[in-house]
């Protein structure tokens, strides 16, 4: 069965580095998300991609922030200088069509430890 | 706005036992909503969904959820617990303004006792 895969599953940095998350997203899916889950909280929506361009972002998604599908197959989010509260776990999705009631499939994580 | 409240952080049944998990949720619009279950070390996996068909919804692993508009509540249930049931479960909801992002709950965590 197709999945989402993500790379790496645990990043550890510095802080005021940039990192580079990186998914690959279900092939035939033309939707893109991005989530986070910081330890012990709930999971909060990133980011939405489709058609190269951003649908949709949250106010966590600030110029920190960029996403990227910089060829067929890979969607990444890049941290450009992070900080210690980014440290968290790191979800990637995609879902086939863009509808509320279309499965998004989730990758496995990137944990990302900012010390 | 849509949301979702998970009732219980953490929920303790023996193997065997019946599994309620609660969730209730707050929509203006019809809502459309999601269970993932999370396993340790691993990403979210879709248990079931509600899209507005039938209102019981059978999921994978012999999970299923009711909904239930009169009580604003979408409880996943499984009739007997077992070992490999023990994990994260989220309660979703599905966006209404114009984008298409999942808003979750804040998870209940099931323990299940030998």
């Known amino acids: 069965e197709p999945e989402v895969t993500q790379t790496p599953s645990h990043q550890v940095t510095q802080m005021g580095q940039e990192v580079i998350l990186r998914c690959v997203p279900i092939?035939?899916?033309?939707?893109f998300y991005w989530y986070r889950q910081i330890l012990g909280q709930k999971v909060e929506f990133l980011v939405s991609f489709y058609n190269n361009e951003i649908s949709e972002k949250s106010e966590i998604f600030d110029d920190q922030f960029s996403v990227e599908r910089p060829d067929g197959s890979n969607f990444t989010l890049k941290i450009r200088s992070t900080k210690l509260e980014d440290s968290a776990m790191y979800f990637c999705a995609s879902s086939q069509v863009g509808s509320r009631t279309d499965t998004q499939y989730f990758g496995p994580g990137t944990r990302l430890t900012v010390l | 706005a849509q949301s979702v409240t998970q009732l219980g952080s953490h929920v303790s049944v023996s193997e065997g036992a019946l599994v309620l998990l609660r969730c209730n949720y707050s929509s203006s619009v019809p809502p459309y909503l999601f269970w993932y279950v999370q396993y340790p070390n691993q990403g979210l996996q879709l248990l079931l969904k509600?899209?507005?068909?039938?209102?019981l919804v059978k999921g994978i692993n012999g999970f299923e959820a009711e909904f239930k508009k009169s009580e604003t509540s979408f409880h996943l249930t499984k009739p007997s617990a077992h070992m490999s049931d023990a994990a994260e479960y989220f309660c979703a909801v599905s966006d209404a303004t114009g984008g298409f992002k999942t808003i979750f709950g804040a998870g209940t965590r099931l323990f299940v006792k030998a």
């Open positions: 092939s035939n899916h033309l939707y």
């Open positions: 509600y899209t507005s068909a039938a209102t």
